[in-house]
């Protein structure tokens, strides 16, 4: 079997290509084919269990899972470090399977090694994320530190309509900035306050599952900054 999307036979149906990033619950394929690894039978359908990329090895479905991976939506915002270029693209390691791609013209003072940050501008989920970074507060980040996180936990990060990452930036003093592919930026050059940051989002990461969080960071965040003689303006 080729694993080519919606391969026909008399029995069978295969929706995806081989390798193809697929979501929990996705259909793979309809017939007289095996469940392999995290994949599970609904009927004559089979379905994925996990997040992950789709194998099709001979009458066999499975998925390999993606730990800690990030699957690619459109409009996402992402932090990527550029690991290729040629004269019209950039590749951009962003924490997917696979690496995003970064159009660009003439004259671009990005080089590899920068980090980026763009916008998932189109992606199919079975070739490379396409990327733009025309828009606010998008391309080249200057002066900051970038923090990795799960990119699951990112949501727990932002806090209802930013609540949490706003709290942060208020009692510690320093911009933040968050890629959905679990990267933090944080705009500061004091180790005291970066410290204080990549321990907030340790405990987030941790904790995430844990009711009254908000507070819990609050409240180290705040003892943190008077212990440290923190000043919320840096020169």
């Given at each position: 079997?080729?694993?080519?999307?919606?391969?026909?036979?008399q029995?069978?149906?295969v929706?995806?290509?081989d390798?193809?990033?697929?979501?929990?619950?996705q259909?793979?394929?309809?017939?007289?084919?095996?469940?392999?690894p995290?994949?599970?039978?609904?009927?004559?359908?089979?379905r994925?269990?996990?997040i992950g990329?789709?194998?099709?090895?001979?009458n066999?479905v499975?998925?390999?899972?993606?730990?800690?991976?990030?699957f690619?939506?459109v409009?996402?915002?992402?932090?990527?470090?550029v690991?290729?270029?040629?004269?019209?693209?950039?590749?951009?390691?962003?924490?997917?399977?696979m690496?995003?791609i970064?159009?660009?013209?003439?004259?671009?003072r990005?080089k590899?090694?920068?980090?980026v940050?763009?916008?998932?501008?189109s992606?199919?989920?079975?070739?490379?994320?396409?990327?733009?970074?025309?828009?606010?507060?998008l391309?080249?980040?200057?002066?900051?530190?970038?923090?990795?996180?799960e990119?699951?936990?990112?949501?727990?990060?932002?806090?209802?309509?930013?609540?949490m990452i706003?709290m942060?930036?208020?009692?510690?003093?320093c911009?933040?900035?968050v890629?959905q592919?679990?990267?933090?930026?944080?705009?500061?050059?004091?180790?005291?306050?970066?410290r204080?940051?990549?321990?907030?989002?340790r405990?987030?990461?941790r904790?995430?599952?844990?009711?009254?969080?908000?507070?819990k960071?609050?409240?180290?965040?705040?003892?943190?900054?008077?212990?440290?003689?923190?000043?919320r303006?840096?020169?």
């Amino acid at each position: 079997m080729g694993g080519e999307a919606c391969e026909m036979t008399q029995e069978v149906k295969v929706f995806v290509k081989d390798r193809q990033l697929v979501l929990p619950g996705q259909v793979l394929a309809e017939g007289a084919l095996k469940a392999g690894p995290h994949v599970y039978k609904d009927g004559s359908k089979l379905r994925s269990m996990k997040i992950g990329l789709a194998s099709i090895r001979e009458n066999t479905v499975s998925i390999i899972p993606l730990r800690g991976g990030y699957f690619p939506r459109v409009g996402d915002i992402i932090v990527g470090k550029v690991i290729d270029a040629d004269s019209r693209h950039l590749l951009l390691d962003i924490k997917s399977p696979m690496p995003g791609i970064l159009p660009i013209k003439g004259g671009t003072r990005i080089k590899i090694g920068d980090t980026v940050k763009a916008r998932i501008k189109s992606f199919d989920g079975i070739s490379h994320p396409i990327l733009t970074i025309r828009g606010p507060k998008l391309g080249k980040v200057r002066n900051a530190v970038i923090f990795d996180v799960e990119p699951m936990k990112i949501p727990r990060i932002i806090g209802r309509k930013g609540s949490m990452i706003n709290m942060m930036k208020e009692i510690v003093g320093c911009e933040i900035e968050v890629g959905q592919n679990g990267k933090v930026i944080v705009y500061s050059k004091d180790p005291a306050k970066l410290r204080l940051i990549e321990e907030a989002l340790r405990k987030i990461e941790r904790e995430a599952h844990i009711s009254g969080l908000s507070d819990k960071i609050r409240n180290m965040l705040e003892k943190g900054v008077r212990n440290a003689n923190i000043r919320r303006k840096e020169a």
